[in-house]
């Protein structure tokens, strides 16, 4: 598997660093309330897992699973609800954490459908940011990095659903998909 990488990116402590830098923001900023920790699945599994760690508050924990991508390295415009939040987020503050936010666009699907569910605030913790892909205007208020427009896998992050427990960030090799 690790043949398959181009790349290493960020490697674990790096990733480790990231999620003690953003875990400590997120409790002062959100000292004193109780906010809703909104995972989603499949990608983000081991960033909530790490960051959680990091944040020193009474934190409920859910998850969310959308899919986007069908298998290729390209978003679908199409994005769909597969297994839906099993509790209510009216008047939450809810903090979504992400894999990765690439062109928006189910950044842009989860905070509309969280805000017509009323949800009192929504921010994003993404552990990946990939502005250079971006098609609609949208920010995650927490970053853990800033990535190049290339396909990338390891840490949670997929291709065809491999690569996800590579325990470091890398660009994967482009003869594995073209
Ligand atoms: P967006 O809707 O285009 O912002 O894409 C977000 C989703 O696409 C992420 O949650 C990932 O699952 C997936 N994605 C985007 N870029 C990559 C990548 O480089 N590697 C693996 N998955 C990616
Ligand atoms: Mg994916």
Do not use: C
């Not at 081991?46 to 986007?68: C, G, P, Q």
């Not at 949208?138 to 690569?163: H, K, P, Q, S």
Request: aromatic share 10%.
């Amino acid at each position: 598997m690790n043949n398959d990488i181009e790349e290493i990116l960020f490697d674990q402590q790096q990733i480790h660093e990231a999620a003690v830098r953003l875990g400590q923001r997120i409790t002062e900023d959100y000292a004193g309330q109780k906010p809703l920790v909104l995972s989603v699945l499949k990608g983000a599994y081991l960033w909530t897992a790490d960051l959680i760690r990091e944040i020193d508050l009474y934190v409920d924990l859910e998850f969310i699973k959308i899919s986007s991508y069908h298998g290729g390295v390209t978003s679908s415009n199409e994005i769909q609800l597969v297994t839906d939040v099993q509790s209510d987020v009216k008047d939450r503050d809810v903090l979504i954490l992400e894999d990765i936010v690439d062109t928006g666009q189910s950044l842009q699907f989860l905070k509309d459908l969280l805000k017509d569910r009323g949800a009192h605030s929504v921010q994003v913790a993404t552990f990946l940011d990939k502005k250079e892909g971006r098609k609609i205007e949208i920010d995650a208020d927490y970053v853990g990095f800033d990535v190049r427009n290339e396909f990338v896998v390891g840490y949670g992050l997929d291709y065809a659903d491999l690569y996800r427990n590579l325990p470091y960030v890398g660009i994967l090799k482009k003869d594995i998909y073209s």
